[in-house]
């Protein structure tokens, strides 16, 4: 199996680019994670107490069990990975299975920040896009999607994903393999794919 990470900060298009190489390369067992999956279980706190976290923190994500999950895929087995909602803050009761494929993208904003989990992807890239690009992606996304208003995300995005990002993400570009702009080329990411998709062939023929 191939694991392909697509890391960046927020509002850096890393849903948009994972979709664009699922779609390209539909014809293999392509399958989707997302570390915003992983996000802590908060749920014996009050939404109130909820709200309060700073989610934009690496110490509220799960990286142990979604190094455990991304390692159980690599060595064959399926997982039920958790799904989180981003109106109440808390995981859900249901699971989201995952199949055992050819080709894995993960991604998330903390994606490159443990070398344990550095050292399980084949290939990794860092969207590098600016901060105001990536505010009204914010903006728009948030209030069409997770209920917040525009002064609420203007005010997260100042207060804590700015902070977060130069202190936790700006530094793990450096552990990419690739690192692109906004306007960068799709063709040239998927001759990459391709060209790793090829030498994993010629390595285990029954890929």
Known sequence: MIVIAVCGGT???KSYLSKKI??????YKVEYLCL?????????????ERCEINFDHPDSI???LFYQHLKSLIDGNEIYCPVYSYKS???LSKNKKINV???????GIYILLKKNIRKLF?????????????LERRINRDIAERSRTKNEVVNRFEKMIIPMHKKFVEKTKDYADLKIKENYSFKAISAKIEKLINEVYQNHKEF
């Open 101 to 107: 494929c050819d080709i894995l993208i993960v991604d």
């Open 22 to 27: 699922i779609n390209q390369f539909n014809k």
């Open 36 to 48: 915003d999956s992983y996000y802590k279980n908060y749920k014996d706190l009050s939404f109130a």
């Open 11 to 13: 509002g850096s298009g």
């Open 62 to 64: 799960d990286f142990e």
């Open 89 to 91: 803050h808390k995981r």
């Open 122 to 134: 084949d290939l990794s890239i860092f969207l590098d896009v600016e901060y105001d690009v990536r």
